[in-house]
């Protein structure tokens, strides 16, 4: 009962009630759009989505882990814009996507785990500004994103391992070369450290 789900929620889908005993937080299905945004925030871990499991995300990361050793890039998306676009490409054989259903489910936590399930990068793909089905997905995504990576502590010019990005279904060529480049830095970089031994 922290609350952090019902300030959070852009559909105001939680209602919290006082009670002389014991107050109570409760879901609105009808309200409720799984975007995820609150499992993704709760400090105590108790949220789920029924249509999206933490149960999935267990399974990918074990696919992940399997490939561990040839460092693939996992890329997380949206499934109304990234999941869309990519339905309309090839990825190389060393790039893992996962459909979420909001950008705003991938949470910080979700991050450091794909990192220590052996992933080379992760780049985040959530709707443009202004077109998030869920207002603040997009915006938490980014943030979660950006403060990964400040903690990670990497020297300057060393490309990002984890990176965000926004697109919309209908740019798929677009998000393809984003995926490309971000592959490309990754390589170059994983080049560089075996020549320096750095």
Not at 100 to 106: S, Y
Not at 128 to 134: L, R
Not at 174 to 184: K, P, Q
Request: aromatic residues 6%.
């Amino acid at each position: 009962r922290c609350l952090t789900c019902t300030r959070i929620c852009p559909h105001a889908a939680f209602a919290y009630s006082t009670a002389p005993a014991r107050s109570a937080v409760s879901a609105s299905a009808a309200a409720c759009r799984e975007c995820g945004v609150c499992v993704a925030e709760c400090p105590r871990l108790v949220l789920d989505l029924v249509s999206f499991p933490d149960l999935g995300m267990v399974s990918f990361l074990e696919e992940v882990k399997k490939l561990g050793p040839s460092n693939p890039v996992v890329v997380y998306g949206c499934q109304r814009s990234a999941s869309r676009a990519v339905g309309h490409l090839t990825l190389p054989n060393d790039v893992l996507f996962c459909s979420v259903p909001c950008a705003g489910r991938v949470s910080e936590a979700l991050l450091w785990a794909t990192l220590e399930a052996g992933a080379a990068g992760i780049l985040v793909a959530g709707c443009h500004p202004g077109n998030c089905a869920s207002s603040s997905g997009t915006d938490w995504a980014r943030a979660r994103a950006e403060s990964v990576l400040e903690k990670l502590g990497l020297p300057s010019g060393i490309p990002a391992p984890i990176g965000y990005v926004t697109v919309a279904a209908n740019e798929a060529a677009r998000f393809g070369r984003t995926i490309a480049e971000f592959c490309e830095s990754l390589a170059r970089e994983n080049e560089r450290e075996a020549l320096t031994g750095k």
